[in-house]
Each structure stands twice: as C-alpha cells, then as structure tokens.
Nanobody
Framework: EVQLVESAGGLVQAGGSLRLSCRVS????????IGWFRQAPGKEREGVSC????????YYPDSVKGRFTISSDTAKSTVYLQLNSLKPEDTAVYYC???????????????????WGQGTQVTVSS
C-alpha cells in the first residue's frame, strides 16, 4: 500500500510563492503517477498537476499552467509542487494522490486515485 505525506501548506499574499512536498512510501516510486489535487470550499476536487514516475511526463490544467511546477526527487521518493504567482482563488486544501494510471492520477478521469495524502491548507490573501 502506498502512503503519502504532504508538507505543511501556509498563508501567503497574492503574488507570492509556496512549495509543497509529498513523500511517497510503501511502493516502488516508478510504478505510480503522483498527482496534486485541490478542493476549495463548496467546490469539487480538481487536479492541478501530475508527474509520471515511469517517464516524468507532466500535466497542468490551464488554470495553473505557467504558475505551478511539479517535480520529483526519486532518491528521496518525494514529489514537489512549486506554486508561484498565487491568486486568492488558489486557496484550497491541497492533496497529493497516487495511482497506477496516469489519467486517473492527473484528474483527467471520472475515476479517483487509489491513494491520498491527508491534505494541507493553502490560503492566499488578497
């Protein structure tokens, strides 16, 4: 079974930056795609980025493209999400997730990833 542990989020001003990390354990890192999702109050959970453990392919929806960057350190079994140029509408609980299917882990499927972290709050003030 895969365990995912996210770093603490935080409170930042609009235009600021934050880096989240997700440590992956319990399985071979390369077997999974790791995705980041977020859920704002009253809204559905949405995928904001993902990275394939097999070939490093990444995906970003238009809402975060050019502002968020996902990366991985396989030696540390950790995936990072760099959030730049933050906006108040980026305020949400951010979750990392893992699935063996790329489209699922990227939030591009009706199916949900098999494994989830506990979530971490990111608040962007205006």
């Amino acid at each position: 079974e895969v365990q995912l542990v996210e770093s603490a989020g935080g409170l930042v001003q609009a235009g600021g930056s934050l880096r989240l990390s997700c440590r992956v354990s319990g399985s071979t890192f390369n077997d999974y795609t790791i995705g980041w999702f977020r859920q704002a109050p009253g809204k559905e959970r949405e995928g904001v980025s993902c990275i394939s453990g097999m070939d490093g392919s990444t995906y970003y929806p238009d809402s975060v493209k050019g502002r968020f960057t996902i990366s991985s350190d396989t030696a540390k079994s950790t995936v990072y999400l760099q959030l730049n140029s933050l906006k108040p509408e980026d305020t949400a609980v951010y979750y990392c997730a893992a699935d063996q299917f790329y489209e699922v882990a990227c939030g591009r499927s009706s199916l949900k990833p098999d494994y989830w972290g506990q979530g971490t709050q990111v608040t962007v003030s205006s």
